[in-house]
């Protein structure tokens, strides 16, 4: 079975409803898109962007561990799925760095978020520092190996996003070769912990893809779609990115 794409938006603390028109417009293009699409929104959104968005889920851009108790602003997997969100992401950097999440905290998460119904996208990537020391593979190796989920019931429902953080939102990105070299390490530990089922799940790229870029970057082996940021938040850089990713799709 085939690993088909999947492009995924985060519009992190962006987007209010002024801003659903967009939604609309990139549910034209998801429509017809031979590949998956999810745009990841602030919470507050979440409810009224699903009732526009067409033809792609809407999920969201964290998930609290617990399934309730007293935790003031945090968000249940069941709120998310109430709210009619179908996945979200856990262990985004920025969320690793300015919330001081740990890798057990964005294990917890997955955990939390697979075993009430969402699909999951687990971001994983190594500091500018760890890159220039000639330690990214062995740093990023370390992360994923700590923060996966201990087990997937289906492969499908779980992607893996390597983005590295010097290349968030900077327009720097990482050589096609780094990132085949990141990736096929990634597959590597995937299919150490999950066996076959490994071989299923979607190792995507983040970090600064444009429609400019992403061509190249979909062309890599083992780079499964992408986690896009900035080029996320109006139809007219993000469908391009869809096009390119559904242009590939066999
Ligand atoms: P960017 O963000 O596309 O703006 O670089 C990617 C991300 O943080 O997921």
Known sequence: MAR?????????????????GEVNAISMAAETARIDVALCLPA????????????????GQDVHQADKGAHTGC???????????????????????AQGESDADVKA???????????VILCIGESDAVREAGHA???????????LPE??????????AYEPIWAIGTGKVPST????????????????????????????????????????????PDVDGALVGGASLNAADFVPIVEA??????
């Open 4 to 20: 088909g794409k999947l492009v995924a938006g985060n519009w992190k603390m962006h987007g209010v409803a002024a801003d659903l």
């Open 177 to 220: 070769d780094d990132i085949a070299e990141m990736h096929a390490a990634l597959r590597g530990r995937l299919i150490h912990k999950f066996g076959e089922a490994g071989k299923l799940v979607r190792i995507l790229y983040g970090g600064s893809v444009k429609a400019s870029n992403a061509v190249e970057f979909f062309a890599v």
């Open 137 to 147: 593979v062995d740093t990023v190796c370390g992360q994923i190996d700590a923060s």
């Open 109 to 119: 998460k997955a955990e939390a978020a697979l075993s009430a119904g969402l699909d």
């Open 75 to 97: 968000v249940s997997a069941a709120m998310l799925l109430d709210a009619g969100a179908r996945l979200t992401i856990v262990g985004h950097s920025e969320r690793r760095e």
């Open 245 to 250: 990713a559904s242009a590939q799709a066999s």
């Open 44 to 59: 507050t959104l979440i409810e009224r962007a699903v009732r526009a968005a067409r033809g792609f889920a809407i999920g």
């Open 151 to 160: 087990s997937i019931a289906d492969p499908a429902r779980f992607s893996v």
